[in-house]
């Protein structure tokens, strides 16, 4: 008797424990992964009021007509320069190179951007930083624009590289105000709606 009570209650604890574990979110491994670091509060830029009603991000409909092949042109000897951030703080950064691309048969340029505190760490000097605003922002979109990472690794040794907007991400501050973050440069704005991607998040 003892042995079928005992193994009622393990059965009961697996039950309960397998409704914890609710899967994580997301369409694709990209969306599950930016989940996942959200929901772990060793990770989670969101207050803790957000992180305890948290569901998942917000995301537009995964479109392929946002993963382009953009051409870079590098650009020689760039001026270092501080760029201004949500706080005080005035990193330093360098274009890189100039990314040629279309979306929906129009031609656009985005600056592409090497932060310097970047090449110090092993971990992220392969990292290039890539914000932009477009006709979403503001709106269905964080009001300062969001941001794509582009890998150095990633750059084809004829200088094209994929786009893909559907994996953006909006910087910390649109989650936490405590947080300090580059504001995206006028000249990176695409007079287009990017419906792709992270979309603005909604606080409780």
């Known amino acids: 008797m003892k042995k079928y009570v005992l193994l009622f209650?393990?059965?009961?604890?697996?039950?309960c424990n397998s409704k914890d574990k609710r899967p994580i979110l997301g369409s694709t491994t990209y969306q599950q992964q930016l989940n996942a670091s959200f929901k772990d509060a060793t990770t989670s830029p969101l207050l803790k009021k957000?992180?305890?009603?948290?569901?998942?991000l917000d995301f537009f409909p995964i479109d392929s007509s946002f993963i382009v092949e953009a051409k870079l042109t590098r650009t020689e000897n760039a001026p270092i320069?501080?760029?201004p951030t949500t706080t005080e703080r005035a990193p330093l950064y360098r274009a890189y190179g100039i990314l040629?691309?279309?979306l929906q048969n129009t031609p656009f340029q985005l600056t592409l951007y090497q932060s310097l505190d970047d090449l110090?760490?092993?971990?992220?000097?392969?990292?290039?930083?890539?914000?932009?605003?477009?006709?979403?922002?503001?709106n269905e979109s964080y009001g300062a624009g969001r941001y794509?990472?582009?890998?150095?690794?990633?750059?084809?040794?004829d200088s094209t590289v994929t786009l893909n907007f559907n994996n953006t991400y909006n910087p910390y501050c649109a989650y936490n105000e405590k947080y300090s973050c580059p504001l995206t440069p006028r000249k990176n704005h695409l007079a287009i709606e990017v419906s792709a991607g992270i979309k603005t998040f909604k606080k409780h």
Do not use: H
């Open 9 to 15: 209650f393990v059965f009961l604890f697996l039950s």
């Open 50 to 56: 957000d992180l305890k009603n948290f569901k998942g």
């Open 81 to 83: 320069f501080e760029m």
């Open 100 to 102: 040629d691309f279309k």
């Open 120 to 138: 110090k760490e092993d971990a992220y000097k392969d990292y290039l930083f890539l914000p932009f605003t477009d006709n979403t922002t503001g």
């Open 148 to 157: 794509m990472d582009v890998m150095l690794s990633d750059i084809k040794p």
